[in-house]
Nanobody
Framework: QVHLVESGGGSVQAGESLRLSCKTS????????MDWYRQAPEKQREQVAS???????NYSDSVKGRFTISRDNVRNTVYLQMNNLEPGDTAVYYC?????????WGRGTQVTVSS
């Protein structure tokens, strides 16, 4: 059974940093592309970062230069380092992967940034 469990969210002031983690099980992690998404209240869920199996990365324009996605294929975990946080980053953050034609999502972790 596939499980994705996010952690590391919290409430911070603008300009501060957080590091999110997504621990996975039930997949061959090193063969899976991993994504971070976020959903703010009354907004659509948006992709913020992805990391491929070769560790190549992509970012949305809104987080480029501030967020860094990384992966640890030994710990089967993907990370999202978030620096210089802004109130607009307030959202629930989810990790996602696909395996055998299905999408798998975690339950999310709340990030709240106050000005």
């Amino acid at each position: 059974q596939v499980h994705l469990v996010e952690s590391g969210g919290g409430s911070v002031q603008a300009g501060e940093s957080l590091r999110l983690s997504c621990k996975t099980s039930g997949i061959n992690f090193k063969l899976n592309k991993m994504d971070w998404y976020r959903q703010a209240p009354e907004k659509q869920r948006e992709q913020v970062a992805s990391i491929a199996t070769d560790h190549s990365t992509n970012y949305s324009d809104s987080v480029k230069g501030r967020f860094t996605i990384s992966r640890d294929n030994v710990r089967n975990t993907v990370y999202l380092q978030m620096n210089n946080l802004e109130p607009g980053d307030t959202a629930v953050y989810y990790c996602k992967t696909s395996s055998r034609g299905r999408e798998f999502w975690g339950r999310g972790t709340q990030v709240t940034v106050s000005s």
